[in-house]
Nanobody
Framework: QVQLVESGGGLVEAGGSLRLSCAAS????????MGWYRQTPGKERELVAI???????NYPNSVKGRFTISRENGKNTVSLQMNSLKPEDTAVYYC?????????WGQGTQVTVSS
């Protein structure tokens, strides 16, 4: 059974940085995609960053230039470096992995950016 474990959330002041990490266990198959999403109360979960098995990345305009997703070659681990954080980045961040075209989610980690 595939499990995703996230780490690295916390409280940071505006302008600061945080790094989130996620490791998927339970599968020897390389993930087609790995990514990060975030959600705030009353809103839908939204994409923050995604990376495929070839290293192609994509970001929404809201985080482009501030966030960087990376993936360790040959492993189902992914990190998200978040710089120049803003209060509006406050959310629960979820790791996602698509392995053999099945989607798996982590439990979420809270990121809070104070103004």
């Amino acid at each position: 059974q595939v499990q995703l474990v996230e780490s690295g959330g916390g409280l940071v002041e505006a302008g600061g940085s945080l790094r989130l990490s996620c490791a998927a266990s339970g599968s020897s198959t390389s993930a087609n995609y790995m990514g990060w999403y975030r959600q705030t109360p009353g809103k839908e979960r939204e994409l923050v960053a995604i990376i495929d098995s070839s290293g192609y990345t994509n970001y929404p305009n809201s985080v482009k230039g501030r966030f960087t997703i990376s993936r360790e070659n040959g492993k189902n681990t992914v990190s998200l470096q978040m710089n120049s954080l803003k209060p509006e980045d406050t959310a629960v961040y979820y790791c996602n992995a698509v392995i053999s075209f099945r989607s798996y989610w982590g439990q979420g980690t809270q990121v809070t950016v104070s103004s």
